[in-house]
């Protein structure tokens, strides 16, 4: 069955251009025209994805992103005319799995909607355990759920796809370059500033001090890993 696609713009223009263009890949999408619409849409119809313009009426796309974050994982695109670090930065920091910036081509913006579902989707079942267990950070694969210290922890899908990486590969430094491939993929190898953002995130909602990581580790020139620790298990 083919995605569905929220598509959320005050533009008309840039609105209809991002839906003919979906459209044709194959895409079912429907749209709203500001942050308050989206909040409801994504609510009733539970869509596949989300490609949010940032600068809005009422509602912009940064708050409207943080609050779709407090209720869903879906994955999300910010769609910006502002490339600015900041805002982009922002952006993810907010939430947004990642971000195409005005004026695109359509061939970007179905490129970057295909890479996003496809990491969002390909969650990877190679394990025999349905719990990975790291101290006090327990995982559940089957449901794709989170736990620390027995509390539930909401991540995206690009954060979970991330602490996936280091659970498969726990006592291995993985460079920036391999993380961004695996998680991203091969177009991204270079992007390194969504990789620290989403680091960044995933140690403040891990980590006891973020400052002090126990779970996601920083190899100076190398890269990160997931250290093994005592204990360290799984249960079946």
Known sequence: MAAHILVVDDEARYQHLVKVN??????????????????????????????LDVMMPRLDGFTTCERIRQFSSVP??????????QDRVKGLNVGADDYVVKPFSATELVARVKAVL???????????????????????????????????????????????????HIGHVLSAEELLTAVWGVQYKDDKEILWVSIARLRQKLEDNPHSPQHIVT?????YLMPPIEREGAEK
């Open 76 to 85: 999300i695109i910010m769609l910006t005319a502002k490339s600015e670090e």
């Open 22 to 51: 979906l459209e044709a890949a194959g895409y079912i999408v429907s749209t709203a025209s500001n942050g308050e619409e989206a909040l409801e849409s994504v609510s009733a119809r539970s869509p596949d994805m989300v490609i």
């Open 118 to 168: 496809r990491r969002a989707q390909n969650a990877d079942a190679a394990t025999q355990n349905r719990f990975f267990i790291h101290g006090n950070l327990k995982i559940d694969l089957a449901r794709a759920e989170v736990w620390r210290d027995e509390k539930p922890v909401f991540l995206s899908a690009t954060e979970y796809r991330l602490l996936i990486q280091f659970a498969h």
């Open 219 to 223: 190899r100076s020139g190398l890269g």
